[in-house]
Each structure stands twice: as structure tokens, then as C-alpha cells.
């Protein structure tokens, strides 16, 4: 079982930036992705982000599409989101999350393994 643990979050005014670290310890496969959530207080948990660990490719949400990047160092075992423009619309607890590699990169149901998260608040 991957174990995952998040950093970077914070409070930031409107515009600004943070970037958000995930890092394992145990083995990621190939095969999966590592991708972002987040979740808001009286909201469902809402895809953001994911990277497919070999090959690199990503899928965006288009909510964050232009603002948001996400990256990885695969030496670091460490998942990275680059969060530019931040709105207040933005504020949420962030995860990150483990998949299988099967089913749909966007949906937190083929997600097995999570983070316990980080709080990102964008002020006014």
C-alpha cells in the first residue's frame, strides 16, 4: 500500500500562487496515475488533476485548465500542482490520490490509495 502525504497548501489572496507536493513511500507503478482532488466544505470531491506515472500524460479538470499544472519527479516518487491565478472558488481541502491504473483517471472511485490532505484558502 502506497502511503501519500501532501504539503504546500495554504492561505493566498486571490491571484496569487502555491504549489502543492505529493510524496509516496512504496512503490507507484507504470500503469498508474496519480492525480489531485479537492473538496469543499458541503461539496463532493471534485477531480483536478492527474498524471500518468510513466509516460507523463495528464488530464486537466476545465475548471483549472490555464491555471492549474501538474507534474511529477519520479526520483523524488513526488507528485507536484502548480496552482497560478488562485480564486476563492478555489479554497477547498486538496488530495491526492493513487490509482490502479484501470478505469477512468478522473474518477475518485478507481482511486485506492489517498492522502490525509491540505487546505488551500484564497481571500478575497
Known amino acids: 500500500q502506497v502511503q501519500l502525504v501532501e504539503s504546500g497548501g495554504g492561505l493566498v489572496q486571490a491571484g496569487g500562487s502555491l504549489r502543492l507536493s505529493c510524496t509516496a513511500s512504496g512503490r507507484i507503478f507504470n500503469s498508474n496515475f496519480v492525480g489531485w482532488f479537492r473538496q469543499a466544505p458541503g461539496k463532493e470531491r471534485e477531480f483536478v488533476a492527474a498524471?500518468?506515472?510513466?509516460?507523463?500524460?495528464?488530464y486537466t479538470a476545465d475548471s483549472v485548465k490555464g491555471r492549474f499544472t501538474i507534474s511529477s519527479d519520479n526520483a523524488k516518487n513526488t507528485v507536484y500542482l502548480q496552482m497560478n491565478s488562485l480564486k476563492p472558488d478555489d479554497t477547498a481541502a486538496y488530495y491526492c490520490?493513487?490509482?490502479?491504473?484501470?478505469?477512468?483517471?478522473?474518477?475518485?472511485?478507481?482511486?485506492?490509495?489517498w492522502g490525509q490532505g491540505t487546505q488551500v484558502t484564497v481571500s478575497s
Open positions: 498524471i500518468n506515472w510513466n509516460w507523463g500524460h495528464t
Open positions: 490520490a493513487v490509482s490502479s491504473g484501470v478505469g477512468n483517471p478522473k474518477t475518485a472511485a478507481n482511486f485506492g490509495s
